[in-house]
C-alpha cells in the first residue's frame, strides 16, 4: 500500500465513521425529536438535516460525479436560515435523501482511482490549481467530514439524556 | 511538492483553522459565559474546554513528542463527566493552558519531516501497525480535527445570538 492509498483510506474512514455515526443518532430518534431545536433558539433537527443533506449532494458536481440530485434543497437548507421558510419536506422524506446520496458518494468514493483524489475539484479554477494543488478531492471529502462532525455534535443535543 | 506532502499540508491546515476558530469563539465569550451550560442539561463551557485541552495535551505522547504537560486534566475533563467535581481550575487557568498546549502542538508540527507523519503512533502495537499502516501520527491529527469540530459546534451556542 502506497502513501498515497494509505492516506486515502484515513479520509474515507473518518468520512464514513461519521456518517455511520449520524446515521446511528438518527435511527434513535423520533419525527417528533427531528422537530424540535437542538438547543433553545437554534437550529431544529429537521433543518441540520436538510443541511447536511444539500452540502453532501452538492459534492457531487464539486467532485465532477454529475448534477445534485436534489438542488431543491439548497435554498431551504443552506441559502435560508432555519425557520425563515414554512414548508419544508417531511423528516421521512428528507432522511431518505440523505441516505440515497451518502450512497451515491459511497459508491462514487470505491471506483475512484489513487490519481483522481489529487486532481483539482470544480469550485478552483486551473490557474489556482498549478498554485494550490492542496484544493483537490480528497480535501473536499476532509473538510465535509469536519462539517459533519461539527453538526454531528449538535445534533446529539437532540437525544433524551 | 510530493502528493504526501500534499495531504499533510490538507491535514494540519484543517487542524490549524479548528482551532483558530475555536481561539475566535473563545475571546468572543465572558468567564461567566464558558461557566454556562452549552445546551439544557449538557457540558458547560469549562468543562468543554478542559476536556479539548486534556485531549490535545495527551496527543503529545501520542504523537511521541513527549509527556503530557497537564496530565491532571484527564481526571476531571475525561474519566469523570461535568458537574461530578466540585473544584475545577479558573477558566483563565484552563484558557491558558489550552494556549500552550496547542502552540507546543504547532511548533512539533512545523518540525515534522514527511516520513515521520506515516510512523505509528504511540498506541499501536508493532505488530498491529504493519497490518494497519493508516494508524499513524498523521491520522491523530486527522481525527483529533474531527473531535475538535464537533465540540466546536456545540460551544457556539454559547454565543448570544
Redesign the interface.
Same mark, same amino acid.
Given at each position: 500500500?502506497t502513501?498515497?492509498d /494509505? /492516506?486515502i $483510506?484515513?479520509?474515507l +474512514? *473518518?468520512w464514513h465513521t =461519521?456518517v455511520k455515526r449520524t446515521n446511528d443518532l438518527f435511527n434513535g430518534l423520533s419525527d417528533e425529536q427531528m422537530m424540535q431545536e437542538? *438547543?433553545?433558539?437554534?437550529n431544529r433537527g429537521i433543518y441540520l438535516l436538510g443541511h447536511i443533506t444539500a452540502i453532501h449532494d452538492k459534492m457531487l458536481p464539486l467532485l465532477g460525479l454529475g448534477e445534485p440530485l436534489y438542488p431543491e434543497l439548497y435554498g431551504p437548507f443552506v441559502e435560508n436560515a432555519d425557520k425563515t421558510i414554512s414548508d419544508l419536506p417531511p423528516v421521512a422524506q428528507l432522511m431518505e435523501q440523505w441516505t440515497t446520496v451518502n450512497a451515491k458518494l459511497a459508491d462514487c468514493f470505491t471506483g475512484f482511482k489513487t490519481e483522481e483524489w #489529487?486532481e483539482k475539484h470544480n469550485a478552483v479554477k486551473p490557474e489556482d490549481f498549478d498554485k494550490e494543488? =492542496?484544493r483537490?478531492k &480528497?480535501?473536499i471529502v476532509?473538510?465535509r467530514?469536519? =462539517?459533519l *462532525? +461539527? =453538526? &454531528?455534535?449538535?445534533l446529539k #443535543?437532540l437525544k433524551k $439524556?
Open positions: 500500500m502513501k498515497e /494509505i /492516506i $483510506k484515513m479520509v +474512514d *473518518a =461519521h437542538v *438547543a433553545p433558539g437554534r #489529487f494543488p =492542496h483537490n &480528497l480535501n476532509l473538510n467530514t469536519n =462539517h *462532525a +461539527d =453538526h &454531528l455534535g449538535q #443535543f $439524556k
